[in-house]
């Protein structure tokens, strides 16, 4: 019952901005992290940005100056604000949730959304 939608992917062009959004729901007893991930064809998953109960935030290299990640806690959402977007950019984007979902059972697990296409191109 524990689901995470993504929205906000869509065609954008080289310079242009998106916002994707992660909506967590279901029974959660405590989110851990939250973060994005991506995928372009024919390239594995990388890790785009994550964002700790703390709101530490990390990026990788190639988004840094460019993607801001954040949390509403009280929304269990997470954003990614994608700005000076460029071609290579062009991915599926996944959320990620790491999280508990049981108090009985405190074993921390990953949660993985369907997915939103961002394709940037002229």
């Known amino acids: 019952q524990v689901q995470l939608v993504e929205s906000g992917g869509g065609l954008v062009q080289p310079g242009g901005s998106l916002r994707l959004s992660c909506a967590a729901s279901?029974?959660?007893?405590?989110?851990?992290?939250m973060g994005w991930y991506r995928q372009a064809p024919g390239k594995e998953r990388e890790l785009v940005a994550s964002?700790?109960?703390?709101?530490?935030?990390n990026y990788a290299d190639s988004v840094k100056g460019r993607f801001t990640i954040s949390r509403d806690n009280a929304k269990n959402t997470v954003y990614l604000q994608m700005n000076s977007l460029k071609p290579e950019d062009t991915a599926v984007y996944y959320c990620?949730?790491?999280?508990?979902?049981?108090?009985?059972?405190?074993?921390?697990?990953?949660?993985w959304g369907r997915g939103t296409l961002v394709t940037v191109s002229s």
């Open positions: 964002i700790n109960s703390f709101r530490s935030t």
């Open positions: 990620n949730m790491r999280a508990v979902i049981s108090r009985a059972i405190l074993r921390e697990l990953d949660y």
């Open positions: 279901g029974s959660i007893f405590s989110i851990n992290a």
